[in-house]
Structures are given as C-alpha cells and as structure tokens.
C-alpha cells in the first residue's frame, strides 16, 4: 500500500526514467544497431565517392579525385596568402587563418551543393513545401500569383538603412574575415568618381535601377496607405545629397512605377523589355537636354520585332526538380536592334558614350543570359539616341566591378575614356546596401 501511493507520487519524468533503467537490449541487438548505424553513416560518403568516379568517366569531371579528399588546395591557398602578406608574422599568420576559414566554408558550400543526397532529396523538398505551403527558400520568397523575389532584393526594401552609420559600421564588422577589407558607404566612391570624370570634360549620369519589391510585390507586403510599396529608408534621402553634390541622377522609378505589372519579369529579378525600352527613352531625352553631345549624322538604327523564352533566375534559384509544371519558361517580345545593313547592333570603343553595366544591362543583350540578343538597355538607347555608344559590363558587383574594370584598361594603355562626353553608371540599387564601394582612381 505504501509503494503503491509512493509510486503514484512519481511524477512523468521519473516514471520514464525507472521503466529506462529497467530496459534490457540483448548483445546481438546492440550489435545490430550498432552495425546498421555505422552503415547508415558510411554510406552517403561512399555513394558519393562513388558518383565522383562515375562522373569522371562520364567525362563530367576532370578527375577521379573524390571532392571530399581535395583539402590540399585549402592548405595551399592558406600558404600563399602568408607568403604574400606583409608585416609581423603574427599579422601574416592571421591573414593566412582568415584565407583558410573562407576556403574552408566555401569548400564545405561546394561539397553540399554537389552532394548527390542533396540533388535527391532537396528538390522533393522543395517541390512539396512550395506547392503545399507556397514558401521558397534562402534566397527566394514565393508571392501570389507564381511571383517570386530574390530575397536580397527584399532585405534592401526592408532593411535598415544602407546610409546609417549604425549599419555600416555592422557591414565593416561582418566582412572583417576577408582579405581586403570591404567599404559599405558609396558617398566617397561616387564623389570620386564623379570628381575624376569632370578633371576629364566627361558628364557621370547615375542609374540605379530600383529593386523589383519595391515597384512590384504581389502577395509579399501590402502596400502604404499612400498606394505605395515600402523602400529603403536611406534611398531618396541620399539620392537627394548627391543631387545637392551637382551630381547628376536619373531616377527611373517614376518609370517602372507607371508599368508596375509589366515592369520586372515575374520569375527573375530583371526588368521587363517594355521596361528598358521606356528607361532608355526617357534618358535618352535627358541626354539630348543636356546639350553635351557634338552633332552626328544619325546612325539609322532600327528595329524588329523577335521572341524570346527563358526560366527566370529566382526559379532557378528555387531548385525545383526538373520537369516542375508550376514555374515554366517566361515569354517575352524583343525589339532588337540592327544597324543599317541589317546587321545586328554592336559596341563602338570610339562612341562620346559609355556605359557601365551589370546583368540588367546585360539582360537581353548577352547569349550566355538566355534572353536573346542585340535588344538589351544598351541597344534601346543606342537606338532612342541614334548614335553609337561603348558598353563595359558585368553581371554582378555593379558598383565595384565595373570602375575596376575601367581602372584595368586605363593602367595597361587602353583609353576607354578617349572622346567622352557621357559615362553613364548603371547598378541595381541593393548595391547602396550589399556592394563593395571602395575607391578606385581612374586618373594616372
């Protein structure tokens, strides 16, 4: 009676523990656990040495050298950049642990995109809680409609803002692994820039090309009272101090705002062509209203009409397995433009305009895009202005990439700046808050 009432004392946990203790496991069982969870263990790392070889002889690899064995390029890597670095050897041997961490990650980055277990089962994941769920992932966020946004974009539109000097100090503290150190305000590079440019009789035009979120958000946020759509704090208040500066900026969120439907592509984060054809036009007029360029005779570019199909890159990005019916190829028409003798528009070095570019220059424009050719940003405002201009662009690092490319050719004896009038500098606008904004001097 007295164990009866203590037992009935116990509470849940205890109870839980005495019926553990008195758990037996025969040996054979234990060994058989034991077994089936080493094998369990072993087994994705060999089928993966596995499909490393078998990719080899496909031909798909280079080597038959299982990913998961190649550390010596780490420990290489980490070896040069002492070697190379200057000051104490405390300095070095810093430098050096700070290469090898970021080699370490981007090599355990690498091992898990290429894993066979994540190519087999990420994508049914991903399938099942997109279609049951609507959620994306860490990199895209899924809207009404099949829309989709590239989460950098909304964490622009979102965030704090890229000018407060709170959150560039946090952007300095988070890059502090990297080898050379990152410069999160644009101001100094952008006055410089333009500081350079005037020495050199050239005019900077700024283009920073708006984040879709902010122009077009089906089902991701709801809009202001005013009717609008939520922008970064800092966004106009700095474009307004560069306008102070004698800076010129060509805002073309009027623009796209107007549009908004047909503004950006549904499934990528780029504009639409209807959207770059309106951009360019109207700049085009900016330009003529400036009164910089010398009288030419027009370039008689024209124009025809031609499709073009692609998946857009958040898709993509979404790693849905293939064959997925819910995000299929977007369709669009081009206006792509050709020159007198029919051939199709091209770059000209000598031109009294250069652009600087990233991939919503490129978008439409580059083959490797998959988006068509010759009918892209450049090629509208070549056409709106009837005249040739030169084109430096990359797909990435609008804000860094660009200038540095430009530096490049002035240090080795090319003169892209030859006869310039205009330089106009296109970047999607998250670089405010995510690019690197070091200075680069474009004079000797």
């Known amino acids: 009676m007295v164990m009866s009432e203590k037992k009935n004392r116990l509470t849940r946990e205890e109870l839980a523990k005495q019926e553990m203790d008195q758990t037996t496991v025969s040996r054979p069982c234990r060994a058989m656990l034991v077994l089936l969870f080493v094998v369990l263990l072993l087994s994705v790392s060999v089928i993966q040495v596995a499909d490393d070889i078998v990719q080899h002889v496909h031909g798909i690899r280079e080597d038959a050298i299982p990913e998961c064995v190649r550390l010596r390029p780490l420990w290489e890597e980490a070896q040069q950049t ?13 430098e050096a642990n700070r290469s090898l961490l970021r080699e370490m990650e981007a090599y355990e980055t690498r091992i898990q995109d ?28 899924c809207g009404q409609d099949d829309e989709l ?43 410089q820039f333009n500081r350079e440019l005037n020495d050199l009789g050239i005019r900077l035009i700024l283009l920073p090309l708006p984040a879709k979120p902010s122009i077009r958000a089906k089902g991701l946020y709801a809009r202001y009272p005013d009717g609008s759509l939520p922008q970064n704090p800092s966004y106009d208040p700095f474009l307004a101090l560069l306008r102070d500066e004698g800076i010129e900026v060509f805002d073309c969120r009027p623009i796209l705002s107007g549009m908004e439907d047909e503004s950006f592509l549904k499934q990528d984060t780029h504009w639409t062509p209807a959207a770059a054809e309106r951009t360019a036009e109207a700049l085009a007029q900016k330009i003529f209203a400036l009164n910089l360029l010398p009288e030419k005779p027009s370039m008689d570019y024209m124009r025809r009409a031609v499709g073009a199909a692609n998946k857009g890159d958040t ?31 091209k770059s000209e070095p000598k031109a009294d305009i250069l652009l600087l570019g990233d991939s919503f220059s490129n978008i439409y424009s580059l083959p490797a895009l998959n988006w068509g050719l010759s009918a892209g940003f450049a090629e509208q405002l070549s ?24 530096a490049r050719r002035l240090a080795i004896g090319e003169n892209p700046l030859q006869g310039k009038k205009i330089l106009i500098w296109e970047f999607a606008a998250r670089e405010f808050a995510q690019g690197d904004w070091k200075k680069i001097s474009i004079l000797p």
């Open 315 to 345: 898709a993509v990005l979404l790693r849905l397995p293939p064959g997925t019916k819910r995000y299929r190829l977007e369709r669009v028409e081009l206006q792509q433009v050709t020159q007198k003798d029919n051939t199709l528009w």
């Open 383 to 406: 056409y709106h202005l009837q005249r040739p201009l030169d084109r430096i662009s990359f797909n990435d690092n609008g804000s860094y990439a660009t200038r540095r490319e430009l």
């Open 114 to 141: 290429d894993s066979w277990l994540t190519g087999l089962v990420l994508p049914q994941a991903q399938r099942f809680f997109t279609r049951r769920f609507g959620l994306g992932n860490e990199k895209v966020y």
């Open 149 to 191: 946004f590239y989460r950098p974009d909304v964490d622009f539109v979102t965030g704090h803002g890229f000018f407060d000097p709170a959150q560039m100090h946090r952007r300095r503290l988070a890059n502090t692994g990297s080898r050379i150190p990152l410069e999160p305000d644009p101001l100094p590079a952008i006055r």
């Open 82 to 94: 002492f070697h190379g670095s200057e000051g104490s050897l405390f300095a070095r041997a810093v």
